[in-house]
């Protein structure tokens, strides 16, 4: 006998919210629960004769779904040889990720899009489920997003353990370059000596990962269940804070927090060729990883541009700014409720989309040694608090 639609509706929802806590984990740097994600992805979507999904039993199936797949068709990165010239190598591309790569650093890695492509594109499950190729390299491998889940979920440890993986699945488990389409070395200016830099977050975990909010996506528009608590108030773009492995301080603290209306926080930046980040956040400093974890936050770039970051996202960018100008991030009251104000030079250029939960502590980042503050300052109606200069 088939389930009532009741307890159909509570197992989805137990299910969905397993499936947040692995993405969120997986968020955080924690990439062994990509299978898991996987695994729970298998449950809610694959249906078989044997395998029952969800989805089917509910008959959300026949919804449309929602696709962040990127239209570009060859992701061409561009590498410098001894002369200097270009060489345009044609390498795998992730359409549901986004590369990050940087030369002679420690690290190369892929980031879920999340919704930062801007790409939302509406499809029939069965094209969604097995229709788009998702990860493509030449002739080396080919997989939609079923085919992806699977692999990860029945050969790679999400609910089984294939124990002679094909030499495919083997080469992406262990992130092997030529599954990969390029490696890249750090070479030591004293001794001349190279060394090959490891990839770090895998593109088919992180196409996975997109997968699963690919699903909540289609699952809010359903309008059946609320996903929001347990899933889209906890992320936001950029915000995959434990694969931030930029190197960043994470500098300094004031305790003196800003609690109510017209507290403003305020510093000098003592330089323009150095990276600081200066922000607010909700959550205590201690249960921060980086910046990017801030909830308002002006960065300011080493080279000479600044912005205004709003829970990770930029929202302004490209405005220029000079050695001891002045930042402050002020809470406000307007129409629309209390907000964060984003100043320069005393002049607001931003304010919050978001409306703040009060108390928010005071931080600051530092990037590149020998960056500088000065006069960090909280002020208040009638209290000025100095938090003292600080070098890192």
């Known amino acids: 006998m088939a389930l009532e639609q009741t307890h159909l509706l509570d197992s989805m929802k137990s299910k969905l919210k397993v499936l947040a806590n692995a ?15 996987a695994h729970d992805i298998r449950v809610i979507a694959h249906n078989t004769n044997q395998s029952h999904a969800l989805l089917h039993q509910l008959g959300w199936d026949k919804e449309s779904f929602v696709s962040t797949k990127k239209n570009t068709a060859v992701f061409e990165f561009q590498v410098l040889d001894d002369d200097e010239k270009v060489v345009k190598n044609n390498l795998p591309f992730f359409y549901l990720t986004t590369p990050h790569l940087e030369y002679k650093q420690d690290f190369q890695t892929y980031f879920p899009s999340l919704d930062r492509n801007g790409i939302m594109g509406s499809i029939q499950f069965s094209a969604w489920w097995s229709g788009e190729d998702v990860c493509v390299y030449d002739e080396k491998f080919t997989f939609n997003r079923k085919e ?29 370059d030529g599954i990969m389409g390029y490696h890249m070395y750090s070479t030591n200016n004293e001794t001349g000596e190279s060394t090959k830099i490891p990839h ?15 699903l909540f996506l289609t699952v809010k528009n359903i309008g059946v269940i609320s996903v929001d608590d347990i899933y889209f108030n906890n992320i936001s773009e950029y915000r995959l804070l434990g694969h931030n492995l930029d190197k960043w301080d994470k500098g300094m603290k004031c305790q003196q927090l800003l609690a109510s209306v017209d507290d403003c926080s305020r510093i000098l930046v003592g330089q323009n060729d150095k990276a600081i980040a200066f922000g607010l956040s909700q959550v205590e400093p201690d249960n921060l990883g980086s910046y990017l974890e801030y909830d308002y936050a002006i960065m ?8 205004a970051l709003e829970r990770g996202k930029a929202m302004v960018s490209g405005l220029f700014y000079e050695a001891n100008d002045s930042f402050h991030l002020c809470i406000i009251k307007r129409e629309q409720g209390i907000k964060v104000a984003f100043l320069h030079r005393g002049r607001v250029f931003y304010i919050s989309k978001y409306s703040p939960h009060l108390p928010l502590y005071n931080l600051v980042a ?26 890192p």
Do not use: M
């Not at 030499?167 to 992130?175: A, E, F, H, V």
């Not at 895998?202 to 690919?214: K, T």
């Not at 300011?300 to 912005?307: H, I, L, P, T």
């Open 200 to 214: 770090s977050v895998s593109p088919f975990l992180s196409s996975v990962r997109q997968i699963a909010h690919e």
């Open 148 to 176: 992806l889940v699977l692999a990860f979920a029945n050969k790679l440890g999400g609910s089984h353990i294939d124990p002679n993986p094909s030499q495919l699945l083997q080469s992406i488990r262990d992130k092997e």
């Open 366 to 391: 530092f990037k590149h040694p020998g960056a500088e503050i000065k006069e960090p300052q909280i002020i208040n109606q009638t209290v000025i608090y100095n938090w003292g200069d600080f070098t």
């Open 23 to 37: 993405c969120l984990a997986f968020d955080k740097g924690e990439e062994h629960f990509g299978p898991e994600i």
């Open 300 to 307: 300011a770039n080493s080279d000479g541009k600044f912005s």
